[in-house]
């Protein structure tokens, strides 16, 4: 799963010799060599720079698509959200919102 990640040649490393990036797609190799039938990522992206983000978050898309897990992502990026086949709203711990597909979100 490590060269899946692209981190095959940091097998030996440890956390603190890794990037954030380095460290985040680690997390993602742990979490799907098990072959869960449901994943939950809280903010996968939150403490990445945009470059390092957009790698992750293709890699969690890839990583879905060929393992058949169910994903769910918790997150306040909004173009990201757009890219689930399903997003909820929540506000105040209630349901405000519900789309499916890539339908674009009033005021996005």
């Known amino acids: 799963m490590l060269s899946r990640v692209g981190l095959a040649e940091r097998l030996h490393h440890y956390p603190k010799h890794l990037s954030g990036g380095e460290q985040q797609r680690v997390a993602l190799a742990r979490a799907f060599v098990m072959q869960p039938k449901l994943l939950l990522a ?15 978050i293709e890699l969690v898309f890839e990583l879905n698509r060929t393992t058949g897990t169910t994903l769910v992502m918790v997150t306040h990026d909004e173009l990201l959200a757009r890219r689930c086949s399903r997003m909820v709203r929540l ?8 789309n499916w597909g890539q339908t674009p979100l009033p005021g996005g």
Not at 42 to 56: C, F, I, N, R, W
Not at 91 to 98: D, L, S, T, Y
């Open 42 to 56: 809280d903010e996968p992206t939150g403490s990445l720079d945009a470059a390092s983000g957009e790698a992750v």
């Open 91 to 98: 506000a105040a711990g209630r349901i405000v919102e519900e």
